[in-house]
């Protein structure tokens, strides 16, 4: 099984950086995903990290310590439309399903 | 657009009653997935197909059930409904069941059960 650890809420200003932070136990480690979804629209894909790092994609960064169970998004130059909830998700090597934390509600303000 | 659809995308139903919730995955994709997103939880997964075959499964109730048809859409069905069981059901679909296949998603189907 999974446990997935992310805050549940961070506000942030307008033009700022935001950074999520999501901690995972797996017993079998099989990548990382990022998720936004906007409250009662679909989830869509934003990033992924199987190795250690950071992956840039535009505005959106994020980084993986696979040792110390650990990831982050970075969102840059915030915009009123990146209020959001962003998922954390992780995928184990002991089965084929992709576990979702409970979601971090990002509020940018002006 | 994800390219999976979901149907249909509202459902009023009464208690101890059934409802089949329907999925087309994406063109190409040969992996289904279900989720249950109530208002207080997150994500929860319930089941997933490759290919037509049951592959994983989660926390899904024995009232649940779900098929993957030879041309990959499937159902999830859901039988003597209660009202704890009002929530967002989302489908998705991936590529395949590798480590860097991400999901997409359908924009889901909201059960109300009164």
């Known amino acids: 099984g999974q446990n997935i650890d992310q805050p549940t809420e961070m506000t942030a200003t307008e033009g700022a950086i935001v950074q999520i932070n999501c901690t995972y136990q797996t017993s079998g480690f099989n990548g990382l995903f990022w998720y936004q979804q906007h409250a009662g629209e679909a989830p869509t894909f934003l990033s992924y990290n199987v190795l250690d790092g950071l992956e840039e994609k535009g505005r959106f960064s994020s980084f993986l310590s696979r040792s110390k169970g650990y990831s982050y998004l970075l969102l840059k130059e915030l915009q009123m439309k990146d209020s959001a909830s962003y998922l954390c998700a992780v995928r184990d090597t002991d089965d084929y399903k992709l576990s979702f934390g409970a979601g971090t509600t990002v509020t940018v303000r002006a | 657009d994800s390219g999976v659809t979901q149907t249909p995308k509202h459902l009023i139903t009464a208690t101890g009653q059934r409802v089949t919730l329907r999925c087309s995955p994406r063109s190409g994709d040969l992996s289904v997935y279900w989720y249950q997103q109530s208002l207080d939880q997150g994500l929860q997964f319930l089941i997933q197909?490759?290919?037509?075959?049951?592959?994983a499964k989660g926390n899904i109730l024995e009232r649940f059930s779900a098929q993957q048809f030879p041309d990959l859409h499937s159902e999830l069905n859901l039988s003597s409904l209660e009202l704890g069981d009002s929530a967002l059901y989302f489908c998705a679909s991936s590529l395949g069941t590798g480590s860097n296949s991400p999901l997409h998603f359908g924009n889901g189907t909201r059960l109300t059960v009164t």
């Open positions: 197909y490759y290919n037509g075959e049951e592959r």
